[in-house]
């Protein structure tokens, strides 16, 4: 029994020291997961910074002398990012002898929603002495500054990084210099860096400036201390686990352990000899999961924050629609998609970067800032490809590249103006010559190849009810257990199939691609992300309920569409009979829509006006309607039949059709 | 859109105002009845307010004269403007009232 005290003494020893090892092991494992995660956050806005410094810097380059344009740069870049205090382009002294010696436009966020752009360069304000400046001058890269305290009133911290900007003979002539406020960091970087209850965090900058202050150690006690590097602003992050809290949970069960010891040697035994089998093993594939579980938490959590999620998306332009989705592979991948109006364009992209995990959707968040920012200033598909390359080949530092296709949709006129960067090429339904085929594209290359290679752009037409699909490689690599893929010619297929074939709803389209293949691969575990997206350029389209009393938001709508003045009675007329009449017939007893789309057609002859009024109500064919005669006396005349006849009088032409249980009728009238 | 009928003597005169569209119309053929009944009057249907028609509301007017020639009544058009003259000439409408 001594002899088995002693080993038992022995071994609970030993039992203390591996779990102390383990622990800590457990400890750093768990503080470099946080720190990464830190580090990520960090990057996230660091890589977003500096992306706006550069991509300012080359609008400026190209509108260097156009004082209007710069100011419009800043101004937009302050009201795009939520998280910058100021933007500025300082000049070269004397670069604009008129405006005086000092020349620095800046625009400086006052509230939420108000932003003032003005010129603050003077003999007072010298930029030339300040450190952003100066060091914006002669780096060619963007250089960091140490945060400090804004003393413009928020009392936040901030810190700046500043680039240089170019004249054509390559001198530098001015420097950007963008300024973020840190306490977004501050608030948000506790959730990951505060690992246990008592332990603590820094960040200092590279020359040792408190970002966060750590509390002070102290004499005697033992700490335990993890840091990471930040590349871009070489800011130290670190994690500080005093010993005694980080064995605090071991001692207790020392104690325990020792008053069992005295209970019963046999028991105590077998409870050590079950435990260490069984601890070990615990610690360490919980701390391997938890650590990877985090990293596709956040990567996660990242790439869908970025993804437009709202549809319809656009409640004020009537004429195009568009539905996307992702459905992301178990580990994360790097697809994306993201589309916006403004001018009346329609802005969009879908894309693929090469690998997964956590660098990938990096990438692809950088992807959707660049894309953002060089569309909100260029409208040129080539030229935004060419911009978003050179800016992606400088930041590439893990050799990573993405495919990559854009489009800008002209809304009024419905010309696509796209580029390709060896992206699957999207599928373009025609809806009125009912015909699918791939979109002609020029291959180019995928970004982040080679810096300097120059994208070329097509055009294609497209008409009302076309319908553009656009995917990644996950559709058509899917695979099923066999190994077999779905497949290019499969998808090209289901355009024609029945089910699919007239169905002119974007959103509808992707859902029923996205269940033929589920279909297809039959549970299948997918092995990468799936994305989908479908636009449709349509004539503007009104809704009304099967209720007479709406009749008046016929007028409202007429009214928006801008038709000739001398024309807007007669088209409202025409409107007015035909949605009445299947207000009135269409839907006997039944609840039921209406819907009226418009659009102007340019022809050989002039200009045409098109509507088609649709519904789903029993087959009614107003043009079969006896023509009435309106030479006839009063005592002659029928009440009815004035409606159609009317229509017939104002509109040119008049067609019906009855296709996929819908009334379908046509008014054209030439202009 | 607004109906109102005044009695001048041996005229009935009626005055809208607003849009005679198919949802009005509802209102509108309530509001005239008086007209339908009425004998040996001159009926002026005053439509200088009257801003747009559509079939309902000319079926409510072909009413009213048919009425009218039934109960030996006369019925006069006032004040259309451009839009509703060129509806009343697309219907044969101009050759059925006498419009001032």
Known sequence: ???????????????????????????????????????????????????????????????????????????????????????????????????????????????????????????????????????????????????????????????????????????????????????????????????????????????????????????????????????????????????????????????????????????????????????????????????MENELYVAGAIQTAMLPKVFPPFQDLRNVNVYGTVKPAKEVGGDLYDFYVRHDKLFFCIGDVSGKGVPASLVMAMTRSLFRSITSHDEDAASVMTKMNKAFVEQNTQNMFLTLFIGILDCQTGKLDYCNAGHNAPVLVESQKSKVEKLNVVPNLPLGVEGEWEFTAQQVQMAYNDLLFLYTDGLTEAERSSHEQFGEERMMKRFTDEGMKGLVDPRKLVEKMQAEVETFVDGAEQSDDLTMMAIRYQLPALIMRNDIQQIPTLAEWVDSLGVPQELNMQINLALEEVVTNVMLYAYPGQNGQVLVESGKWKVESGEKLIFTITDSGIPFDPTQKEEVDTTLSAEERQIGGLGIHLVRQIMDEVKYERTNNQNILTLVKKL | MTTTIQENGNQLVAFFSGRLDTAAAVQTAEDVKPLLEAANKEIILDCTELEYISSSGLRIFLSIRKEAAAHGSKVIVRNINADIRQVFMMTGFVSLFVIE
């Open chain 1, 1 to 291: 029994m001594i002899v088995a005290g002693i080993a038992l003494e022995a071994i609970s020893c030993i039992m203390y020291f591996t779990s102390r090892v383990a622990i800590r092991h457990e400890a750093e494992l768990r503080a470099k997961t946080e720190l990464r995660k830190a580090e990520l956050e960090i990057e996230l806005h660091t890589i977003e910074m500096e992306t706006a410094a550069k991509t300012l810097a080359l609008l400026v380059e190209k509108h260097i002398d156009c004082l209007d344009s710069v100011y419009a740069a800043t101004d937009l870049a302050v009201r795009t990012m939520r998280t910058f205090t100021s933007v500025a382009v300082a000049y070269v002294p004397d670069y604009f002898p008129k405006a005086g010696r000092y020349f620095e436009a800046c625009s400086s966020r006052i509230t939420e929603d108000s932003v003032y752009t003005r010129q603050i360069g003077s003999a007072a304000h010298d930029y030339t002495e300040m450190e952003w400046w100066q060091n914006g001058f002669v780096h060619d890269s963007c250089w960091w500054c140490e945060p400090y305290m804004d003393d413009s009133g928020s009392e936040a911290p901030v810190v700046s990084c500043s680039y240089p900007v170019c004249n054509a003979q390559g001198e530098v002539v001015a420097v950007v210099c963008v300024d973020m406020r840190l306490d977004y960091l501050q608030q948000k970087l506790p959730e990951y860096l505060q690992v246990y209850k008592n332990s603590y965090f820094s960040i200092r900058s590279s020359k040792g400036g408190d970002i966060v202050r750590a509390m002070d150690t102290v004499p005697g006690r033992k700490y335990n201390i993890y840091n990471e590097e930040i590349d871009a602003t070489g800011w130290h992050i670190e994690i500080v686990i005093p010993d005694d809290e980080l064995f605090k949970d071991l001692n207790h069960t020392g104690k325990i352990v020792g008053i069992l010891m005295l209970l019963g040697l046999v028991l105590l035994a077998m409870m050590l000899i079950h435990s260490s089998r069984t601890n070990k093993k615990l610690l360490e594939s919980t701390a391997k999961n938890q650590r």
